[in-house]
């Protein structure tokens, strides 16, 4: 989390950061640090879409991901309760 603050580009502008930060491109903060800039001082409307895009997409993976792993934990708990329970009887 500190790193999404660090490198959204809402603390220090992208172009004074050093080249590290950039590696906030990757997360969905610096997507919404944007587009909260243009709903707030109307910039970078040519940004818009590429922003909500993207912040939708980190938002549909990270849920897949979750049901995805939360299948498999189900999983791991139906077959320890069925070897419980074929045991003792």
Same mark, same amino acid.
């Given at each position: &989390?500190? !790193?999404?603050?660090?490198?959204? *580009?809402? @603390?220090?502008?992208? *172009? !004074? ?11 969905? &903060? ?8 243009? @709903? ?6 040519? =940004?818009?879409?590429? =922003? @909500? /895009? @993207? ?5 549909? #993976?990270?849920? #897949?991901?979750?049901?995805? /792993?939360?299948? !498999?934990? !189900? =999983? ?5 309760? /069925?070897?419980? =329970?074929?045991?003792?009887?």
């Amino acid at each position: &989390m500190i !790193l999404q603050i660090i490198t959204c *580009d809402g @603390i220090i502008h992208h *172009d !004074l950061q050093y080249r590290f930060f950039r590696i906030g491109r990757a997360f969905p &903060m610096y997507y919404a640090t944007r587009e909260i800039k243009y @709903i707030y001082f109307e910039s970078g409307k040519h =940004n818009q879409t590429e =922003n @909500i /895009l @993207i912040i939708f997409v980190w938002v549909i #993976v990270t849920q #897949v991901a979750s049901y995805y /792993l939360y299948y !498999l934990e !189900l =999983n791991v708990k139906r077959a320890k309760y /069925l070897k419980k =329970n074929s045991i003792s009887k």
